[in-house]
């Protein structure tokens, strides 16, 4: 009997062309859309899961005079937890991050240098916490000891190549020598951790000429990153509740209650973005959710567009199910041969969806940067997501002519009579249903389009146009001089300045500020950066007021030293921005020559203390990307008697960059440090970089709405279908009591026109509360204004037409004899 069925379920199956293959292909790109969505959800939230007892994993954090979080914590935490909380804690590390140049003496290029900008640096206990695989070598000794490291594959092979690299040597930025001990396995894709070389702590602090057996004791310095593993037996919130009171034993009280450490689970970094300072970029948790409701929505669009379909195909063999009822056939065999083909026209739309998905994913990955997993065959959350999809779209699609259609009388069946309203109602609300979701992705879509082209196009309030930015090494004052002085000499080149922070990206330190008279609730930090003299008018950002910095070093203040160690400048002049200005409380003229210091302290101890004059007010401009707001900034001069804060030599060009001048810049590079790479990169690139999360989110957000607007067309054309069969008599007695086709054609239009206005009235508002709570984390953002909400409804409106309309001139164009001739 199956059998049977199976087979009549085929031939109608093939009978029917075009409607099955709208059918099949409407579940199928609804089930690939959901699959390859889910599988990128699952993807990035398994961040860091891999490692051994995950869950007891944390990452200690900390907020910042109750307005910022901070992903670091500084040196002297870790030994405070270890020596506070030892009986709770079973591991404790931190681990610092450097950049350096290696080369290998042994190695594939022993002549040349590489920069490495993936060295880290922990305490005893890293490979107690993390689950990275060691695949050769050992970790006896490396973390306790000084100068031994483990590399990763990727590395060993950049160095070594096929050689064992166990026991080769790696020679660093001050011909620090490491001996290689051990091998890991290259980071997975899924971790927020991102390294190629760990050495021991003590190494770092060898580095420093710190004492290796001392404990840090600064909560500034250096800058780590703290992990802990926690006691099976202990609560961790209990833990970050303790924390903030075992600090103030270490800090003065008043200073304490401005950073608060707690303890954030590892596996819930990569998915919150409102850290500073983190180690790499993470991923919203908000856009998160906004793909995982895509994908949702995708496949209930599909599997509500497979029922109306089905539906309307279903009355269209009204006079099928009539005639075998007379002749005999149960309710129970006209309920399987339904529910069979529904199972049947189910399966043929998995297989392509699954086919569809891995086309796709490999095409996704590489047009958008994305890392999707998928493995079906070891997924089982991917199997039962797709059982359940096949089974229930199945019994509902079947579940209307299995059930409620082979109940009918004959007589009722063959006289095709009208069905029931509260069905047409369902019917209805199903459309109303698709087009909120399609309309609501498609206002979405358009506000995420159009905010990102607003953060790639809008000015940063300097010209970073032909400007490449040259990471420095450790270049001395004359080889600085000269390289300055050959690199300007280049046809095509208009300056070069230096900087420790390139324009647009980097913040700068953030120490605390102060100047005379201030109140104690404008206490806070401030950016510092060290720029070099004209480096205002060569970015093309006016002065407000003032001066810049003179060329001949006047500028530079003069230097003394606390306690023998710490740094101490005195008399240095210094810029500021409009921002710092409005913290300041003056105006751009009386604002010159005022004081301004700049310092870190812990417990009453100064660690560093700038003091300075200001020469000069700059307008603002945006010195990182346009999610973040303009930061109050003081500026030093870039070399002074302090320190040196070269990092990076903006080299601006007169016009486009061309391959010719790159490979003169690089030449004249080497002559004047043959031992350091030529690391460059273009500015404008190193921008547009910030905004990746917001492309992918937009262009998937558009991909997908698309994808859902063509979805609800298909299930309106279902719905259009049932509604011409159902008047198909109504129809031709209109026509041929003197009704034009088109009067017709617009009376069946509007009545589904209705149902989308309907669904514009629901989705709209929603979409705007939505974006609104999606723009909130950008400090700079377009105003939702009345036209995403003209443009949304427009595409909804002509979309819904055109396709009603398709199956309405077929209809009224009908032969009315056809119609009611039996009548």
Same mark, same amino acid.
């Given at each position: 009997m199956w059998k049977n069925y199976l087979k009549i379920a085929w031939r109608n199956l093939v009978r029917q062309k075009?409607?099955?293959?709208?059918?099949?292909?409407?579940?199928?790109?609804?089930?690939?859309?959901?699959?390859?969505?889910?599988?990128?959800?699952?993807q990035e939230r398994s961040?860091?899961?891999?490692?051994?007892?995950?869950?007891?994993?944390?990452?200690?954090?900390?907020?910042?005079?109750?307005?910022?979080?901070?992903?670091?914590?500084?040196?002297a935490v870790a030994p405070m937890l270890r020596k506070e909380f030892s009986e709770k804690l079973d591991e404790v590390v931190s681990v610092t991050q450097i950049s350096t140049y290696l080369f290998a003496p042994e190695g594939l290029a022993p002549d040349e240098s590489f920069r490495e900008d993936r060295f880290i640096f922990s305490d005893a206990g890293f490979d107690q916490i993390f689950g990275f695989e060691l695949i050769k070598g050992s970790w006896d000794g490396v973390l306790e000891n000084t100068y031994q490291v483990v590399i990763t594959e990727e590395k060993a092979k950049q160095y070594f190549g096929d050689q064992d690299p166990i026991g080769k040597t790696l020679i660093s930025t001050g011909d620090f020598t490491f001996e290689v001990k051990g091998v890991l396995k290259d980071m997975p894709g899924n971790t927020h951790m991102a390294f190629d070389f760990v050495?021991?702590?003590?190494?770092?602090?060898?580095f420093n000429d710190f004492p290796v057996t001392a404990d840090f004791g600064s909560f500034w310095w250096p800058q780590t990153y703290t992990y802990v593993k926690v006691n099976s037996n202990q609560n961790p919130?209990?833990?970050?509740?303790?924390?903030?009171?075992?600090?103030?034993?270490?800090?003065?009280a008043d200073e304490a209650k401005f950073y608060v450490h707690y303890l954030q689970p590892i596996t819930a970094i990569h998915t919150n973005a409102k850290y500073e300072g983190e180690w790499t970029p993470p991923m919203s948790g908000q856009t998160l959710w906004i793909f995982l409701s895509i994908g949702v929505f995708v496949l209930v669009l599909a599997c509500i567009n497979f029922i109306n379909l089905a539906t309307a195909r279903a009355i269209k063999r009204m006079k099928e199910i009539g005639i075998r009822k007379v002749n005999g056939a149960q309710r129970g065999q006209l309920i399987g041969q339904f529910l069979s083909e529904s199972f049947l026209i189910n399966a043929v739309a998995l297989v392509i969806g699954l086919i569809l998905v891995y086309l796709l994913v490999p095409i996704i990955e590489s047009s958008l940067g994305l890392s999707i997993s998928i493995n079906i065959a070891r997924d089982t959350d991917m199997q039962l997501l797709i059982v359940g999809v096949w089974f229930g779209s199945s019994a509902l699609a079947g579940i209307f002519p299995a059930f409620y259609l082979s109940g009918l009388r004959p007589e009722m069946i063959l006289k095709q009579s009208m069905l =029931?309203?509260?069905?047409?109602?369902?019917?209805?609300?199903?459309?109303?249903?698709?087009?909120?979701? @399609? *309309?609501? !992705? &498609?206002?979405?879509? =358009?506000?995420?389009?159009?905010?990102?082209?607003?953060?790639?196009?809008?000015?940063?309030?300097?010209? @970073? *146009?032909? !400007? &490449?930015?040259?990471k420095m090494g450790n270049l001395a004052k004359e080889q600085r001089d000269v390289l300055k002085q050959e690199m300007e000499k280049l046809p095509g080149v208009n300056s070069v300045i230096f900087t420790s922070d390139r324009p647009g990206i980097d913040t700068g330190w953030n120490p605390s500020a102060d100047y005379p008279g201030m109140k104690e609730s404008d206490r806070r930090s401030i950016n510092v950066q060290y720029v070099d003299a004209g480096y205002f008018e060569k970015l093309g950002v006016p002065m407000v007021s003032g001066r810049e910095f003179n060329p001949d070093g006047s500028d530079k203040g003069v230097k003394s030293m606390m306690r023998e160690r710490f740094v101490q400048l005195d008399n240095a002049a210094v810029i500021i921005n409009e921002a710092a200005l409005a913290w300041l409380g003056k105006d751009a003229e009386t604002a010159l020559g005022s004081d301004v210091r700049v310092y870190t302290e812990e417990n009453g101890e100064l660690f560093s203390n700038y003091k300075g004059y200001i020469v000069g007010v700059v307008k603002d401009y945006h010195t990182r990307d346009l999610r973040f707001s303009i930061s109050?900034?003081?500026?030093?001069?870039?070399?002074?008697?302090?320190?040196?804060?070269?990092?990076?030599?903006?080299?601006?060009?007169?016009?486009?960059?061309?391959s010719t001048l790159l490979s003169s810049m690089q030449s004249i590079w080497k002559k004047v440090y043959a031992g350091l790479p030529f690391d460059y990169k273009f500015l404008d690139e190193d921008i547009a970089i910030q905004y990746d999360q917001q492309a992918k989110t937009s262009t998937l957000l558009g991909s997908f709405a698309f994808l859902t607007l063509l979805i609800s067309c298909l299930g309106l054309l279902g719905l259009s279908?049932?509604?011409?069969?159902?008047?198909?008599?109504?129809?031709?007695?209109?026509?041929?009591?003197?009704?034009?086709?088109?009067?017709?054609?617009?009376?069946?239009?509007?009545?589904?026109?209705?149902?989308?206005?309907?669904?514009?009235?629901?989705?709209?508002?929603?979409?705007?509360?939505?974006m609104q709570e999606w723009l909130a984390q950008f400090a700079f953002k377009i105003p939702v204004s009345a036209g995403f909400f003209l443009v949304s409804a427009a595409i909804s409106i002509i979309l819904a037409y055109a396709t009603v309309s398709i199956q309405s001139l077929k209809t009224a164009y009908a032969n009315p004899v056809e119609s009611i001739k039996n009548e």
């Amino acid at each position: 009997m199956w059998k049977n069925y199976l087979k009549i379920a085929w031939r109608n199956l093939v009978r029917q062309k075009s409607f099955s293959l709208i059918n099949v292909l409407g579940l199928s790109i609804g089930l690939a859309s959901c699959l390859i969505l889910l599988a990128y959800v699952k993807q990035e939230r398994s961040y860091d899961s891999f490692h051994p007892d995950s869950e007891r994993v944390y990452r200690v954090v900390q907020e910042v005079q109750s307005k910022n979080n901070w992903a670091w914590s500084g040196g002297a935490v870790a030994p405070m937890l270890r020596k506070e909380f030892s009986e709770k804690l079973d591991e404790v590390v931190s681990v610092t991050q450097i950049s350096t140049y290696l080369f290998a003496p042994e190695g594939l290029a022993p002549d040349e240098s590489f920069r490495e900008d993936r060295f880290i640096f922990s305490d005893a206990g890293f490979d107690q916490i993390f689950g990275f695989e060691l695949i050769k070598g050992s970790w006896d000794g490396v973390l306790e000891n000084t100068y031994q490291v483990v590399i990763t594959e990727e590395k060993a092979k950049q160095y070594f190549g096929d050689q064992d690299p166990i026991g080769k040597t790696l020679i660093s930025t001050g011909d620090f020598t490491f001996e290689v001990k051990g091998v890991l396995k290259d980071m997975p894709g899924n971790t927020h951790m991102a390294f190629d070389f760990v050495s021991g702590m003590n190494t770092f602090k060898s580095f420093n000429d710190f004492p290796v057996t001392a404990d840090f004791g600064s909560f500034w310095w250096p800058q780590t990153y703290t992990y802990v593993k926690v006691n099976s037996n202990q609560n961790p919130d209990e833990i970050s509740a303790d924390i903030p009171v075992v600090n103030t034993k270490y800090r003065n009280a008043d200073e304490a209650k401005f950073y608060v450490h707690y303890l954030q689970p590892i596996t819930a970094i990569h998915t919150n973005a409102k850290y500073e300072g983190e180690w790499t970029p993470p991923m919203s948790g908000q856009t998160l959710w906004i793909f995982l409701s895509i994908g949702v929505f995708v496949l209930v669009l599909a599997c509500i567009n497979f029922i109306n379909l089905a539906t309307a195909r279903a009355i269209k063999r009204m006079k099928e199910i009539g005639i075998r009822k007379v002749n005999g056939a149960q309710r129970g065999q006209l309920i399987g041969q339904f529910l069979s083909e529904s199972f049947l026209i189910n399966a043929v739309a998995l297989v392509i969806g699954l086919i569809l998905v891995y086309l796709l994913v490999p095409i996704i990955e590489s047009s958008l940067g994305l890392s999707i997993s998928i493995n079906i065959a070891r997924d089982t959350d991917m199997q039962l997501l797709i059982v359940g999809v096949w089974f229930g779209s199945s019994a509902l699609a079947g579940i209307f002519p299995a059930f409620y259609l082979s109940g009918l009388r004959p007589e009722m069946i063959l006289k095709q009579s009208m069905l =029931s309203g509260s069905k047409a109602f369902l019917r209805k609300s199903f459309v109303v249903f698709q087009f909120v979701l @399609s *309309s609501l !992705l &498609v206002f979405c879509a =358009s506000v995420a389009f159009f905010q990102h082209q607003f953060m790639t196009n809008a000015s940063m309030g300097f010209d @970073s *146009s032909g !400007l &490449v930015s040259v990471k420095m090494g450790n270049l001395a004052k004359e080889q600085r001089d000269v390289l300055k002085q050959e690199m300007e000499k280049l046809p095509g080149v208009n300056s070069v300045i230096f900087t420790s922070d390139r324009p647009g990206i980097d913040t700068g330190w953030n120490p605390s500020a102060d100047y005379p008279g201030m109140k104690e609730s404008d206490r806070r930090s401030i950016n510092v950066q060290y720029v070099d003299a004209g480096y205002f008018e060569k970015l093309g950002v006016p002065m407000v007021s003032g001066r810049e910095f003179n060329p001949d070093g006047s500028d530079k203040g003069v230097k003394s030293m606390m306690r023998e160690r710490f740094v101490q400048l005195d008399n240095a002049a210094v810029i500021i921005n409009e921002a710092a200005l409005a913290w300041l409380g003056k105006d751009a003229e009386t604002a010159l020559g005022s004081d301004v210091r700049v310092y870190t302290e812990e417990n009453g101890e100064l660690f560093s203390n700038y003091k300075g004059y200001i020469v000069g007010v700059v307008k603002d401009y945006h010195t990182r990307d346009l999610r973040f707001s303009i930061s109050p900034t003081v500026y030093f001069p870039v070399i002074n008697s302090a320190f040196d804060g070269t990092n990076y030599a903006l080299i601006k060009a007169e016009n486009e960059v061309s391959s010719t001048l790159l490979s003169s810049m690089q030449s004249i590079w080497k002559k004047v440090y043959a031992g350091l790479p030529f690391d460059y990169k273009f500015l404008d690139e190193d921008i547009a970089i910030q905004y990746d999360q917001q492309a992918k989110t937009s262009t998937l957000l558009g991909s997908f709405a698309f994808l859902t607007l063509l979805i609800s067309c298909l299930g309106l054309l279902g719905l259009s279908i049932f509604t011409a069969e159902s008047k198909r008599k109504e129809i031709g007695i209109r026509r041929v009591l003197g009704a034009s086709a088109m009067a017709i054609v617009n009376k069946l239009t509007f009545e589904f026109l209705i149902l989308v206005g309907i669904s514009l009235l629901i989705a709209l508002p929603v979409g705007y509360y939505l974006m609104q709570e999606w723009l909130a984390q950008f400090a700079f953002k377009i105003p939702v204004s009345a036209g995403f909400f003209l443009v949304s409804a427009a595409i909804s409106i002509i979309l819904a037409y055109a396709t009603v309309s398709i199956q309405s001139l077929k209809t009224a164009y009908a032969n009315p004899v056809e119609s009611i001739k039996n009548e």
